[in-house]
């Protein structure tokens, strides 16, 4: 059986996801197109795991359907798990196998031959630690290990639960440049479940905000943020009590906030036109900058203003 | 067999060489304990008898200052006064009488404290013995302390005494089969409890169902290995107690292997149907201690189970570890063939199948 090239890799209707007190997915539908590669951004409790879970067949819907490659979970389990790689956010492996054995152990599910493992195991730089126990691994090689075992099958949908959460900056260059290289065979879906807004805007082309188990924004990176006009950003501490209401005053600013300690935040409508009066206006109440900082309004910076809350917290 | 039961079953083998402390309890403690057990209950028999002698102002009772007199005075730890006498006997072995004199309140205390199993209190007319007739040990006190001051013996004259000794019904003959009965059952409820939630703790059982793996191969992997591994054990320990204890199996082969497939059958489906909802290794070792504990205790693999109130006798007969080691036993020294060992053929199996078949229905994968 193959996969029917018109269906979407992944489409949701009206799907809901209640647990005893809590509503972990409160009615999503939206589809998401084969080859596409789309981040799922959200706060901690966003119900993110329990919507790929539940694509995942590792879960079920309170209500609702999912469609994975035009396919219902039920009756097509055995086709949709040779489709699928997944890494699940927290999985550890059995603890004195060795990195080799416990790829050979899902290659053999998958009945792959042993060059896929070798080939799996260099792509995921853990080739010096092929004989190496699970055990031993540091986290961010465990977490290689666990993207190795997903890649194990060359999945047409991959789904990745925050796969480079704790890793230092260059492992996470590394997985993400593994990925890069599955976006340019265009054979793969990829959905990834992340809190850096970096690895959402470097990898995929949509992005999905999340909160409280609702979508609350969607769409290419730029669209967000024209979507959602927020304006631009000007940080300072000054030298001295500033007077905020003559600021305010300032055609082209928006609005004013204290963003930590001394710092003032000031929403503006173009930086480059409202930053010299800015200046005129502080040099008018004889205050210097001690700092100084303008910049573009970022995803983490709209997803503050629509939740309320950071990425990372 | 498949590529992948292969590599499934290579999990438990490889844990079970690389993880020293598996080697250790299943392999070298049951053939320490068998050395242990084996030793201490096969050696000259001895026997301690102690009393406490609680005087009256009258005088001494007759019989017991005679035996007191030619025995030797000892002052112990606590400064009490002892006398201690030593029959040498060669069918009963040694056994060794001690007299402590003392009040009758701290006779109590060293009644309580298990110092002394009786307290004998005399006057010129009578001995009154005092002691607890539930405790056998202290009825045999009795006796022999009765017996010693009437004839100067610890047996009456026209009776002989033969020691048993030959292989069979000796006390590790008894052992060695429970043990190994004991073994198995452990080796397959902590293998196969605690490792299949184990790998559900870790979230690695739902990402192996994430993959084509197929379910029953699974759970089938894990009783190969036990089976095999518990075979392995038996076996071991087999060897050892027929080389040093030079123990025999005196029964059917073929029955003893079937009696091992079924126990490891009825363990094994025990094993999925309780640990088939449970989420955390904690409440999964709570869970084997609760069942293995009381089996252990029951199922008469130290001592027999007989010593038990007749109506719960029964009741222990037909728990799983109770009719394994009855029917290893009865194979091992009893010469029992299949017929003799049918019961448990019938109920090991298919108290596994119904197990079995529960715990998959309610078997939570994810
Ligand atoms: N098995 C469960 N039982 C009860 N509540 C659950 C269960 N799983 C998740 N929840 C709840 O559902 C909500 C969503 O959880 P989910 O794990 O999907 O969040 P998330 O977006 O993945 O968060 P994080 O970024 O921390 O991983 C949370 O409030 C969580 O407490
Ligand atoms: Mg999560």
Same mark, same amino acid.
């Given at each position: 059986?193959?996969?029917?090239?018109?269906?979407?890799?992944?489409?949701?209707? &009206?799907?809901?996801?209640?647990?005893?007190?809590?509503?972990?997915?409160?009615?999503?539908?939206?589809?998401?197109?084969?080859?596409?590669?789309?981040?799922?951004?959200?706060?901690?409790?966003?119900?993110?795991?329990?919507?790929?879970?539940?694509?995942?067949?590792? /879960?079920?819907?309170?209500?609702?359907?999912?469609?994975?490659?035009?396919?219902?979970?039920?009756?097509?389990?055995?086709?949709?798990?040779? /489709?699928?790689?997944?890494?699940? /956010?927290?999985?550890?492996?059995?603890?004195?196998?060795?990195?080799?054995?416990?790829?050979?152990?899902?290659?053999?599910?998958?009945?792959?031959?042993?060059?896929?493992?070798? /080939?799996?195991?260099?792509?995921?730089?853990?080739?010096?630690?092929?004989?190496?126990?699970?055990?031993?691994?540091?986290?961010?090689?465990?977490?290689?290990?666990?993207?190795?075992?997903?890649?194990?099958?060359?999945?047409?949908?991959?789904?990745?639960?925050?796969?480079?959460?704790?890793?230092?900056?260059?492992?996470?260059?590394?997985?993400?440049?593994?990925?890069?290289?599955?976006?340019?065979?265009?054979?793969?879906?990829?959905?990834?479940?992340?809190?850096?807004?970096?690895?959402?805007?470097?990898?995929?082309?949509?992005?999905?905000?999340?909160?409280?188990?609702?979508?609350?924004?969607?769409?290419?990176?730029?669209?967000?943020?024209?979507?959602?006009?927020?304006?631009?950003?000007?940080?300072?501490?000054?030298?001295?009590?500033?007077?905020?209401?003559?600021?305010?005053?300032?055609?082209?600013?928006?609005?004013?906030?204290?963003?930590?300690?001394?710092?003032?935040?000031?929403?503006?409508?173009?930086?480059?036109?409202?930053?010299?009066?800015?200046?005129?206006?502080?040099?008018?109440?004889?205050?210097?900058?001690?700092?100084?900082?303008?910049?573009?309004?970022?995803?983490?910076?709209?997803?503050?203003?629509?939740?309320?809350?950071?990425?990372?917290? | 067999?498949?590529?992948?039961?292969?590599?499934?079953?290579?999990?438990?083998?490889?844990?079970?060489?690389?993880?020293?402390?598996?080697?250790?309890?299943?392999?070298?403690?049951?053939?320490?304990?068998?050395?242990?057990?084996?030793?201490?209950?096969?050696?000259?028999?001895?026997?301690?008898?102690?009393?406490?002698?609680?005087?009256?102002?009258?005088?001494?009772?007759?019989?017991?200052?005679?035996?007191?007199? &030619?025995?030797?005075?000892?002052?112990?730890?606590?400064?009490?006064?002892?006398?201690?006498?030593?029959?040498?006997?060669?069918?009963?072995?040694?056994?060794?009488?001690?007299?402590?004199?003392?009040?009758?309140?701290?006779?109590?205390?060293?009644?309580?404290?298990?110092?002394?199993?009786?307290?004998?209190?005399?006057?010129?007319?009578?001995?009154?013995?005092?002691?607890?007739?539930?405790?056998?040990?202290?009825?045999?006190?009795?006796?022999?302390?009765?017996?010693?001051?009437?004839?100067?013996?610890?047996?009456?004259?026209?009776?002989?005494?033969?020691?048993?000794?030959?292989?069979?019904?000796?006390?590790?003959?008894?052992?060695?089969?429970?043990?190994?009965?004991?073994?198995?059952?452990?080796?397959?409820?902590?293998?196969?409890?605690?490792?299949?939630?184990?790998?559900?703790?870790?979230?690695?059982?739902?990402?192996?169902?994430?993959?084509?793996?197929?379910?029953?191969?699974?759970?089938?992997?894990?009783?190969?290995?036990?089976?095999?591994?518990?075979?392995?054990?038996?076996?071991?320990?087999?060897?050892?107690?027929?080389?040093?204890?030079?123990?025999?199996?005196?029964?059917?082969?073929?029955?003893?292997?079937?009696?091992?497939?079924?126990?490891?059958?009825?363990?094994?489906?025990?094993?999925?149907?309780?640990? &088939?909802?449970?989420?955390?290794?904690?409440?999964?070792?709570?869970?084997?201690?609760?069942?293995?504990?009381?089996?252990?205790?029951?199922?008469?693999?130290?001592?027999?189970?007989?010593?038990?109130?007749?109506?719960?006798?029964?009741?222990?007969?037909?728990?799983?570890?109770?009719?394994?080691?009855?029917?290893?036993? &009865?194979?091992?020294?009893?010469?029992?063939?299949?017929?003799?060992?049918?019961?448990?053929?019938?109920?090991?199996?298919?108290?596994?199948?119904?197990?079995?078949?529960?715990?998959?229905?309610?078997?939570?994968?994810?």
């Amino acid at each position: 059986m193959d996969i029917d090239s018109s269906a979407p890799a992944i489409a949701l209707h &009206s799907v809901i996801k209640k647990f005893k007190e809590v509503t972990a997915v409160n009615d999503l539908s939206f589809t998401i197109g084969q080859g596409e590669f789309v981040a799922l951004l959200g706060p901690n409790g966003a119900g993110k795991t329990t919507l790929v879970e539940m694509i995942e067949g590792l /879960q079920f819907p309170t209500s609702g359907e999912i469609f994975v490659f035009g396919k219902n979970w039920k009756g097509h389990q055995h086709f949709l798990h040779r /489709q699928l790689g997944i890494s699940l /956010q927290e999985t550890r492996f059995i603890d004195k196998l060795t990195v080799y054995e416990t790829l050979n152990l899902f290659a053999s599910f998958y009945n792959l031959p042993v060059e896929r493992i070798n /080939q799996v195991m260099s792509m995921v730089g853990l080739d010096e630690k092929r004989k190496t126990y699970t055990v031993n691994l540091s986290g961010g090689q465990r977490q290689r290990l666990a993207l190795g075992v997903g890649l194990l099958n060359n999945p047409r949908l991959l789904l990745l639960d925050e796969p480079t959460t704790g890793l230092d900056p260059t492992s996470r260059r590394e997985i993400w440049n593994i990925l890069m290289d599955l976006k340019k065979n265009e054979r793969t879906t990829l959905i990834l479940t992340t809190h850096y807004m970096e690895e959402a805007s470097f990898l995929c082309e949509r992005i999905i905000i999340m909160d409280h188990g609702k979508v609350i924004a969607k769409g290419t990176l730029d669209e967000l943020l024209a979507h959602h006009n927020k304006g631009e950003i000007i940080e300072f501490i000054a030298g001295c009590t500033v007077n905020t209401d003559q600021l305010a005053a300032i055609p082209g600013v928006r609005s004013i906030h204290r963003a930590s300690g001394d710092k003032l935040r000031l929403i503006v409508d173009n930086i480059i036109t409202v930053l010299p009066l800015v200046m005129q206006e502080m040099d008018k109440q004889m205050c210097g900058f001690m700092s100084l900082e303008c910049r573009k309004f970022t995803l983490d910076d709209l997803f503050v203003s629509l939740t309320g809350r950071t990425l990372n917290d | 067999m498949s590529r992948s039961l292969i590599q499934l079953s290579l999990i438990h083998f490889r844990e079970f060489v690389r993880e020293p402390g598996i080697l250790f309890w299943s392999i070298f403690f049951p053939m320490l304990m068998a050395w242990v057990l084996g030793i201490a209950f096969s050696s000259k028999p001895e026997t301690l008898e102690s009393f406490a002698v609680v005087k009256n102002s009258e005088g001494p009772y007759f019989g017991l200052k005679t035996l007191i007199d &030619s025995s030797k005075l000892k002052i112990n730890r606590a400064h009490q006064v002892e006398y201690v006498k030593v029959f040498e006997d060669s069918k009963l072995g040694r056994t060794t009488f001690r007299f402590t004199y003392t009040s009758w309140d701290s006779a109590l205390i060293m009644l309580k404290r298990g110092q002394i199993q009786l307290i004998l209190k005399e006057s010129p007319s009578r001995l009154e013995y005092h002691f607890d007739p539930r405790s056998s040990e202290a009825k045999l006190g009795y006796i022999y302390l009765s017996s010693l001051m009437k004839n100067g013996k610890l047996h009456e004259a026209g009776e002989d005494i033969m020691p048993l000794t030959r292989i069979g019904t000796r006390y590790i003959d008894f052992l060695v089969p429970g043990l190994i009965a004991l073994g198995m059952m452990n080796s397959i409820f902590w293998g196969m409890c605690y490792g299949l939630v184990e790998m559900r703790m870790k979230k690695l059982l739902r990402r192996m169902v994430a993959t084509p793996m197929k379910k029953s191969e699974f759970l089938l992997s894990h009783f190969i290995a036990r089976l095999s591994l518990s075979l392995l054990e038996g076996l071991i320990l087999l060897t050892f107690s027929w080389f040093y204890f030079h123990i025999t199996i005196q029964g059917s082969i073929a029955a003893l292997l079937l009696v091992f497939f079924a126990g490891d059958f009825a363990f094994a489906g025990i094993s999925i149907l309780v640990s &088939s909802r449970v989420s955390n290794t904690r409440v999964a070792t709570a869970i084997v201690n609760a069942m293995t504990m009381p089996m252990m205790v029951l199922s008469g693999v130290f001592f027999s189970y007989h010593n038990f109130p007749d109506f719960v006798i029964p009741f222990i007969k037909v728990l799983p570890l109770t009719l394994l080691a009855d029917s290893l036993r &009865s194979i091992f020294i009893e010469g029992a063939g299949f017929h003799e060992v049918m019961g448990a053929l019938i109920i090991l199996p298919l108290l596994g199948t119904i197990t079995f078949t529960l715990g998959l229905k309610w078997y939570k994968w994810y």
